[in-house]
């Protein structure tokens, strides 16, 4: 998305040849010198590229459970393509004039293949996945029931030194993956963008970008409902029968085949990677036929592209270097610029934390699957996003807003956004009551909760959820002093347990599975509240960028663009996933160990995982409001000081009394 300099310099006898020469025009039957054909293999590789690297944010809770990753291990992961991308990001504008751009844009399209590729290669170096469980099976032949004899530790018989290898290989292959990632999408979107805008109409030009920034958007939400139509697969459906798994897709320990989504999104890459081997690296300009003399169009085409500056393609790389901080100086001393980039690093630092992690926060707190939580965001959370976008784009053009009016719709939608979000605090479900971990009924149990399970010799780590006739859930049929367990012949599924010496209440039996939060009924509303709060907030989204465009010098317009896209990075997009992941972290109340390291968390205070993670949403609202309500401010200023200086110029007897005061402040961005 970062745009830095004008990439694709097209000299003015190259162009005059693309209308004169005759030959020229009878290759253009072939597809590859239209640029519809490119705009459309372009919107094709970029919803592809969002694929891939959305779908990572729709499986992260279940790679979190299949592999033992904290929170703070999982946005870092998520993070980590930011880092390939920000650090080439800078070159785009020097090397953008002097290279093939479609072949660029290709090879960069094969490496994110590459990437998503790789991203699921740790399904096929590890074994099949492993969960303790009831049942005698090809993972276990032991159960987690009560038994009075000593057995071993099921989570500690699987700590073998290869399986500790494992973990550190599935982490680095991923993290190279993500800086690949990274990596091959720097050349995508400014390259496309820049070559289009040279070899389209005036007149298309905006249509054809706007196709293309409306993929960007709509490209998540296809990435969210593909990891929620792959997660409804068994993890290991490539190494298993379907009869072997015992496991149900509400299961807490249910992990689904989200490697499966990364081969069909990297595939698609690939293929669409193809047709830019075959462009050119110059093709002819788009006529378009009208009621005015193309003739003069075309000249005014020309006048504009002899008169853009080229500052960027005369320089040498070490002077590029060297004159880039300058620019960036400059620009970030204007406060309208620097206010205004400040408040798009609140939203962005918001929106990546919230896509990372509000799957993994719907299933905690409404007790969803991976499946249906991602199908919400797909389907409702980033459609509203568009649609804010959208309507803030419509008033605009409607109403051809001023600046100081652009910055006002900004704090508007900012406040609307802060009054809808704020009762989302309150709208959640308590932590369910677990056995030993979040409660402890002395009425009920005494010292018999503590002793009721003694003689099992329970292992620590076993980790398979049960919901007792009392409500309260246990972390194991052995915690809960179960001695039998019923299960469906046919399938081999379990029925329920019997024979709990800890449960006392309503019979001594429970059922497979969590007890959940008991709080569906709030999820409608959060769903209703969080879709308009994204809808008010994206309205800000289009006149932020009017007022860089317009509050910058026009020499400087290209590099504002890049460095503000570049802070984003730096200042939102990376750090966002890990300060999200590690305030979740901070939540948790039962970690998962694996070879007495800490690995995913099993249970969260529910209460305070909604209150931080949602806090920090709050806080960034806040932040962006207060940056537009600056800036709205400091327009305002400069609008009056500019209308008292024009009265003051238009009254020749104020003009005389005035003296020195009457040259007019340069306030007017």
């Excluded at 492993?130 to 159960?143: G, K, M, R």
Aim: hydrophobic share 40%.
């Amino acid at each position: 998305m970062i745009y830095f300099g004008r990439p694709g310099r097209m000299t003015s006898t190259a162009t005059k040849s693309s209308y004169a020469d005759p030959t020229r025009k009878t290759l253009c039957g072939s597809p590859f010198l239209s640029i519809k054909f490119f705009v459309f293999c372009h919107g094709l590789l970029q919803l592809s590229q969002l694929l891939v690297s959305g779908y990572l944010k729709s499986s992260i809770s279940t790679i979190e459970r299949r592999y033992g990753l904290s929170s703070r291990t999982s946005g870092l992961l998520a993070s980590f393509n930011e880092v390939g991308n920000t650090l080439l990001i800078v070159f785009i504008s020097y090397f953008g004039s002097r290279v093939h751009r479609p072949r660029f844009i290709g090879a960069g399209a094969l490496l994110v293949s590459l990437a998503g590729f790789l991203m699921s290669l740790p399904h096929f170096i590890t074994g099949p996945y492993e969960f303790d469980q009831s049942v005698a099976s090809t993972f276990s032949n032991t159960t987690d029931l009560c038994q009075p004899r000593s057995w071993a530790n099921l989570s500690d018989a699987n700590c073998t030194p290869r399986a500790s290898r494992e973990n550190h290989e599935v982490l680095l292959v991923m993290f190279i993956a993500q800086a690949l990632l990274g990596i091959g999408g720097v050349p995508i979107q400014p390259f496309g963008i820049s070559y289009i805008d040279d070899f389209a109409s005036k007149r298309n030009s905006p249509l054809y970008l706007g196709i293309l920034f409306s993929v960007t958007v709509i490209g998540p939400g296809v990435a969210f409902m593909l990891g929620s139509a792959m997660l409804q697969f068994y993890v290991d459906i490539d190494k298993v029968s379907g009869a072997e798994v015992q496991l149900t897709h509400e299961d807490p320990r249910w992990v689904g085949a989200w490697w499966l989504g990364f081969l069909v999104a990297a595939s698609l890459v690939a293929l669409s990677a193809v047709p830019y081997f075959f462009f050119p690296r110059e093709m002819p300009k788009e006529v378009v036929s009208g009621k005015q003399s193309d003739s003069k169009k075309k000249e005014d085409m020309l006048s504009q592209l002899r008169a853009r500056p080229e500052h960027t393609q005369n320089l040498s790389l070490g002077e590029f270097i060297k004159r880039f901080p300058l620019v960036l100086l400059r620009n970030l001393r204007h406060p309208v610029y620097l206010l205004v980039v400040l408040a798009q690093v609140n939203i962005s630092a918001m929106v990546a934390g919230l896509a990372t992690f509000m799957g993994k926060f719907l299933e905690r707190q409404f007790s969803l699957t991976a499946s249906f939580a991602n199908m919400i965001i797909g389907a409702v959370n980033i459609p509203g996003a568009m649609v804010g976008i959208v309507v803030g784009g419509a008033i605009l053009k409607r109403f051809q807003m001023s600046l100081r009016q652009c910055s006002a719709m900004c704090v508007l939608g900012m406040l609307l956004c802060l009054l809808v979000a704020f009762p989302l605090l309150f709208l959640g479900c308590p932590t369910q009551k677990v056995a030993g971990i979040t409660y402890s009924d002395s009425s009920e149990f005494g010292h018999h909760e503590l002793e009721c399970n003694l003689q099992c010799n329970c292992p620590e780590k076993a980790y398979n959820p049960i919901c007792g006739s009392n409500s309260i859930e246990y972390t194991s049929p052995c915690s809960a002093g179960c001695r039998a367990v019923n299960i469906q012949e046919d399938t081999n599924i379990v029925l329920n347990y019997t024979n709990c010496s800890c449960i006392s209440r309503n019979g001594s039996f429970a059922t497979p599975g969590t007890c959940g939060t008991g709080c569906s009924h709030l999820f409608l509303p959060f769903v209703v509240l969080s879709c308009l709060a994204g809808i008010l907030a994206s309205t800000s989204h289009t006149p932020s960028f009017m007022l860089i465009l317009r509050s910058i010098q026009p020499e400087d317009k290209s590099f504002a663009v890049g460095i503000q896209f570049m802070l984003l990075r730096v200042l939102a997009w990376m750090p966002g996933p890990i300060l999200y992941g590690s305030a979740i972290d901070t939540t948790c109340i039962l970690w998962e160990k694996r070879c007495d390291r800490k690995a995913a968390c099993r249970y969260y205070d529910n209460t305070l995982f909604r209150q931080r993670y949602l806090g920090l949403q709050f806080f960034f609202e806040v932040g962006a409001f207060l940056c537009f309500m600056a800036v709205y401010v400091i327009l305002r200023k400069q609008e009056r000081e500019a209308s008292k200086a024009t009265e003051t110029k238009a009254d020749p007897e104020k003009e005389k009394l005035a003296g020195k005061s009457t040259k007019t402040p340069e306030s007017k961005v």
